[in-house]
C-alpha cells in the first residue's frame, strides 16, 4: 500500500531535480540510467518525501540518491568477522534505495558491518516500486548472507587452515 501522500513526478519534476547531494553522480549518468539492483530508471527513482526530517527547515520535496556501492570486507581482519582478501564484486552505481537495503538488512539482521551485499544479492532481496521506498525480504538476505559465510568457511578449510576454538 502507498502513503497517502504518494506523488508520481511530471516530467518538469524530473528534469529540475538537481541529484541534491548526489549532485554529481545525478549529472553524470543518462537520463535513461536504470538501476542494476532494482531495476528501477532514473525517473523512477524520483520519490515525494520529507526532506531534512531532523531539522526545523524541513520540508515536502522530491528526492533520489545515487551511491558507488562497493565491498566493505576488503581489508578486514578479525576472527569473529567475515572477512574477504579480495572485493567479491566491482563498485557498482545504484540507487540510494539499494544502498540502503544493504545497510538495514545488515543491522536488522545483526550482521557484520564490514560485509556488504552484492548488487546481485541486493537485486534478490529487494521488491522495488516505482518513486517508493524499497521493501525488503530479510529471511532471504539472511540465507544469501548464511550462503556465502557456509562457502567462505569450506574455502578456508580447504586451503588446510583451521578454526581456534580458544
Known sequence: MRPVHFRIPTRIDFFAFDGAHCSVLW??????????????????????????????????GWMAELHNHHDHSVGFY??????FAAPRFETTLICGQCNAADGHAKRVLGLPASFSFSPAEISSFVTAKPHSKHEINYAKAQSIFD????????????????FSTC
Open 147 to 162: 550462503d556465502i559465510h557456509e562457502q567462505e568457511n569450506q574455502n578456508f578449510l580447504a586451503q588446510g587452515y583451521e
Open 27 to 60: 549529472r553524470g549518468v543518462s537520463d535513461g540510467w536504470i538501476c542494476p539492483c532494482c531495476k528501477r530508471s532514473k525517473f523512477e527513482l524520483l520519490r515525494w518525501t520529507m526532506r531534512f526530517p531532523k531539522l526545523p527547515q524541513r520540508f515536502q
Open 78 to 83: 578479525s576472527s569473529d568477522e567475515l572477512m
